[in-house]
């Protein structure tokens, strides 16, 4: 559907509350930041004295307190977690840590067995996820992709729980929804003519543009960069929840990261359990992979990331290729610059002609062997614990890909084996999502290196 986005709604109910006061918000900076380091030398101290206990702990604890004002503490505390995570992989650090510096008070905090509050996607609950949101707290809520874990763009503290809860490197930029051109005008700087005709094609959709960011958007949303990753969402719960909430929301995927991305409220509801305070359950999402990510601030268009909107239609629109993305450097699009998408299990592509040798590999290693594909395999014995079909087209198989990782974790898979597909329309996404789950470690920028395709 062909929008004209200088003409779509500019309304932007609700509002703001006044700005504390300068010297009183330094001041409470300054507290926090004291009360951040106090607690980091205790950690140290204690982890010099290994009779003790809370050396770890107290290092963690630390680094999240600093993390809510300072981007190197955020950085480092990934690092920490990560390496907690490889010599303790029984314990949830993250959540741990998470739950010990959270914002609620003591008597509003659920416990991890909780669930998080889940609202049926209508009118009543879309306006109290916006309360919520205008608030400072945080909701997970369905676009037409994945579900998306909502912060308000211009509350830093909110956008700051996002990568806490999430676990998510402060490299790893946000994508910003917004419902109109007047909400936009609020993040970006210009729009250049590229970006209009993408706008007017695509939007609302899933398709995000990479823009010159506006300097009212906290550095922390676009991880220190000069730009900032928007888009007008089709969905119309999404949408609507941004026009109540009155300001531009910031929603990378809501799952754990690195994790599948999640395609139903339920997805929503394991991965992040009693962190997230409220879910929109608007059933499982259309499209089932992210938006396509293009960042038009140079004189010729790049893709940084394959998803909703093929290249192909992209192309169509602006009458030239499109280039890739970079190899190296700073990454101006989530889903990147590290690992994505990966269930437990290890997965492990199969072309549709070879995949009598595949499974006779894979039975021979022994463990629980899962099977996703578009047909169904021969050769199939007692030693497979799922098989998934997903008969039709590529944009069919994108649909039920992640949850058919879900699905095949629950299964007890050790060895799961996907099908590919070709790499012409969203198949470009598919097989850019199934290699980054296959990687054993961060992935290239370049979302075509080795002939393939946010």
Known sequence: MVVDVTKLQTGEPGGTSKPRRPLVRQLRRLAVVAAGFAVLFVGLILAALPMIPGGLPGIVLGLTILSTELDWARR???????????????????RAFTSLAGRRKPSDRRTS?????????????????ADILRRGDLVAFPTE???????????RRAVARVFEVKGRPADNPLIVHVSSRAMLDRVVRDVPDTAGHLMEAF???????????????????????DTVAVRIPADPVALQLVRLTGQPIAAPSANRSGRPSPTTAEHVMRDL?????????????????????????????????PGGISREAIERVIGTSLCSGPVSGPARSPG???????????????????????????????GRIGIVARTTPEFLGETIAY????????????????????????????????????????????MDRLRRAAATDDVPEHPEEATSGS
């Open 203 to 225: 939007w609302p959709g899933p398709l995000t543009l990479v823009l010159r960011r506006s300097r009212r958007v906290p550095s922390i949303v676009s991880a220190g960069l």
């Open 336 to 366: 990147n610059k590290h690992r994505h998408y990966a269930p437990s299990c290890r997965v492990i592509p199969v072309h549709p002609d070879e995949w009598e040798g595949a499974l006779q590999r894979v039975c021979e290693a022994g």
């Open 273 to 305: 359990g009693a962190v997230v305070d409220l879910v929109i359950d608007g059933g499982p999402t259309p499209i089932g992979v992210e938006s396509t990510v293009v960042d038009v601030t140079g004189a010729v268009p790049v893709l940084l990331r």
């Open 76 to 94: 480092l505390r990934a690092r920490v977690l990560r390496t907690a995570r490889r010599a303790l992989p029984n314990i949830s650090w993250h």
């Open 145 to 155: 992709t994945v579900y998306g874990l909502g912060a308000p763009v211009f509350n």
């Open 387 to 430: 098989h998934r079909r997903i008969p039709g087209d590529e944009a069919e198989y994108a649909r039920h890909l992640f949850s058919a990782f879900r699905e095949a974790e629950d299964a007890g898979v050790d060895l799961l084996l996907v099908e590919t597909v070709q790499e012409t329309g969203v198949g470009l996404a598919v």
């Open 113 to 129: 067995s909780e669930r998080p509050a889940v609202a049926e996607a209508t009118s009543e609950g879309i306006s109290r996820a």
